[in-house]
């Protein structure tokens, strides 16, 4: 069964460190992932997918098919990056069928 | 262009009642997927509708459904509510195609007393 797995609850950074949400996945099929963010008072949106291999608001997420990952990285936190995350995992012929992990909080301190 | 809308956006139920969830899709979308958001956990999958048909679902029983109209608008309902079926429930509409991106609306919070 598929499973998207995001083992940190809580990220707490400085201002201008870098930051790495780790996000690992099981999947019997070629994988499309995805990370979501949602800022307070937001909803939930697209941050960036894998296939589209972009940089957006300084983040990228490589997809490492051997380790079954796709963390998401940047090299400098700011203050703004402070948000829930999901990683997501497309689970069907649509991208509308996502598979989430639970979520990490990301609190960066100034 | 409008946005994903759903309403209402806070609702409490008894257990054992029967509840509909509404959402009007983002203007020129033709997809619905509709997910159930527990405290602490992430969106998890309920079903989708594509062209007022049901286009897979989750693990999810039959007691949830849902229906689309030819607007692309759409409901969830879900009867003999249980404890557990409190949560956020979220709508996302998007257009089927190569470039396919989901949006969201800000959800509906249902507590089951």
């Known amino acids: 069964a598929q499973r998207v797995t995001q083992p940190e609850k809580l990220l707490s950074v400085f201002k201008g460190a870098p930051v790495e949400l780790k996000c690992n996945y099981s999947?019997?099929?070629?994988?499309?992932l995805f990370w979501y963010v949602q800022y307070s008072r937001q909803r939930l949106q697209l941050l960036l997918r894998h296939i589209s291999r972009e940089s957006i608001k300084g983040f990228t997420a490589d997809l490492n098919k051997g380790e079954t990952s796709f963390h998401l990285k940047k090299p400098f936190a700011q203050e703004e990056d402070s948000a829930m995350y999901y990683c997501?995992?497309?689970?069907?012929?649509?991208?509308?069928?996502?598979?989430f992990g639970a979520g990490t909080q990301v609190v960066v301190t100034p | 262009e409008t946005g994903v809308t759903q309403s209402p956006t806070h609702l409490i139920k008894t257990r054992g009642q029967q509840v509909t969830l509404r959402c009007s899709s983002q203007s020129g979308h033709n997809t619905v997927s509709w997910y159930q958001q527990a405290l602490g956990q992430g969106p998890q999958f309920i079903f989708q509708y594509y062209r007022e048909e049901e286009n897979g679902r989750g693990n999810f029983p039959p007691r949830f459904s849902g229906l689309q109209f030819p607007n692309y608008s759409s409901e969830l309902n879900v009867n003999a509510l249980e404890l557990d079926d409190s949560a956020l429930y979220l709508c996302a509409s998007s257009s089927t195609g190569t470039n396919e991106k989901l949006f969201f609306g800000s959800g509906t919070q249902l507590s089951v007393l």
């Open positions: 999947y019997s099929g070629s994988p499309e």
């Open positions: 997501a995992l497309s689970v069907g012929d649509s991208w509308g069928k996502l598979q």
